[in-house]
Each structure stands twice: as structure tokens, then as C-alpha cells.
T-cell receptor, first 112, second 111 residues
Framework: KAGVTQTPRYLIKTRGQQVTLSCSPI?????VSWYQQTPGQGLQFLFE???????NKGNFPGRFSGRQFSNSRSEMNVSTLELGDSALYLC???????????FGSGTQLSVL | GEDVEQSLFLSVREGDSSVINCTYT??????LYWYKQEPGAGLQLLTY?????DMKQDQRLTVLLNKKDKHLSLRIADTQTGDSAIYFC???????????FGAGTTVTVRA
């Protein structure tokens, strides 16, 4: 069974641009979560989607948004990029709430 | 990860046992996890334990859970150079579905 797949692996953007990250969950997993990892703040929860609905949201500004499609694939969008958005963005999936969470390899975003 | 606490660094000799400790906050957490992150990689689910268990063993890994003290530990037997990584403890608080992570313990295995 394939794991969680994230694309692209690396991204370089400049301030003010926007970016879209993609995540394909493990087959059969209906829940997709996104986390931001930075050296200073560690792992911070962004949001979770289940059956195309946002079920939970972390404490991030509205520039961070996401969505989930009917095939459970998810995208995360960050608009008006700031230098502080440079981070490793990790996607994770699970069958349902309160089940084990499996992570992808992440997208490393650098904002210049 | 401010609610889950871990020591930041651990240095261990190859072949010795490593013990990584974690203190969590929510006694109602259903699952408690250990994740491993190697340089440039995502998080690998190493092992987990249900909150109604005291101990779980999986090959070289032993997880101990002390619910009274909200203390979780991961023991790695016969530590190898491939065990060098950052290890994260995580809990799922009862009122939330997201995972709360510790800051991570960097384990360095020396020859």
C-alpha cells in the first residue's frame, strides 16, 4: 500500500506570491491533516479535513487555507507569502478520527 | 508542542540502550505516539500505545506508560547508528483530534 504522497518536494517562492501544496492520502483514509514544522515553533497543526469538510483548524492566519476533494486528496494554499512561512509542510492521513496518523515526506517551502 | 515536554538531546554509545522520556498533559488521551524523523524526511510512526496499556514491546522498542504521572518513555535496545534521528512524542487530547507534539529529542549514536 502506498504511503502518503506530497508534491512538490521542494518549492522556492518570493514574498507576496501564493503557493499550493498537494497531498494524496493512503488509500482508504478519509482524514487528511496538515502540519507546519519550523525550527523555532516545532510542529504546529494547521487544519484537518474529513470527507471534504474542514473538521478542525489551528491558530494560523486566513492566508492559510485548504480543501479536500471527493477522492480524499487534499491541497493547501498559502497566499501573500511571508518570509516566516518558510517551513516544512507535512501532510498526514488516517482512516478516521482518533486513529493512527501517518505522515508524508513533506514539502519544503522556502520564501525569499 | 508546548504542552508535551521532552528533553532535547540524548547521546548514546552504539550497542547501548537509549531511553527517551516524555511528559504529556491530557490524561484522557487515547493514543500516545512516538514518531521518528531523519534529516530531510517526514515523520515515521515508530510505535504507539493505547492509554489503557502500561507497556508495549515491538522488537527493539519498548514503550512504558505511567498514567498517574502522565509519563511516557521509549526504550531502544541495542542502539544502532541508523537510530540517530529526532524522536517526537505526541498525544491526542480528548477534546481534540489533532496531535500535540513535543519539541523532539535529538538522539545521536556514537561509535
Amino acid at each position: 500500500k502506498a504511503g502518503v504522497t506530497q508534491t512538490p518536494r521542494y518549492l522556492i517562492k518570493t514574498r507576496g506570491q501564493q503557493v499550493t501544496l498537494s497531498c494524496s492520502p493512503i488509500s482508504g483514509h478519509r482524514s487528511v491533516s496538515w502540519y507546519q514544522q519550523t525550527p523555532g515553533q516545532g510542529l504546529q497543526f494547521l487544519f484537518e479535513y474529513f470527507s471534504e469538510t474542514q473538521r478542525n483548524k489551528g491558530n494560523f492566519p486566513g492566508r492559510f487555507s485548504g480543501r479536500q476533494f471527493s477522492n480524499s486528496r487534499s491541497e493547501m494554499n498559502v497566499s501573500t507569502l511571508e518570509l516566516g512561512d518558510s517551513a516544512l509542510y507535512l501532510c498526514a492521513s488516517r482512516i478516521n478520527a482518533n486513529e493512527k496518523l501517518f505522515f508524508g515526506s513533506g514539502t519544503q517551502l522556502s520564501v525569499l | 508542542g508546548e504542552d508535551v515536554e521532552q528533553s532535547l538531546f540524548l547521546s548514546v554509545r552504539e550497542g547501548d540502550s537509549s531511553v527517551i522520556n516524555c511528559t504529556y498533559t491530557d490524561s484522557s488521551s487515547t493514543y500516545l505516539y512516538w514518531y521518528k524523523q531523519e534529516p530531510g524526511a517526514g515523520l515515521q510512526l515508530l510505535t504507539y500505545i493505547f492509554s489503557n496499556m502500561d507497556m508495549k514491546q515491538d522488537q527493539r522498542l519498548t514503550v512504558l506508560l505511567n498514567k498517574k504521572d502522565k509519563h511516557l518513555s521509549l526504550r531502544i535496545a541495542d542502539t544502532q547508528t541508523g537510530d540517530s534521528a529526532i524522536y517526537f512524542c505526541a498525544e491526542t487530547p480528548s477534546d481534540d483530534y489533532k496531535l500535540s507534539f513535543g519539541a523532539g529529542t535529538t538522539v545521536t549514536v556514537r561509535a
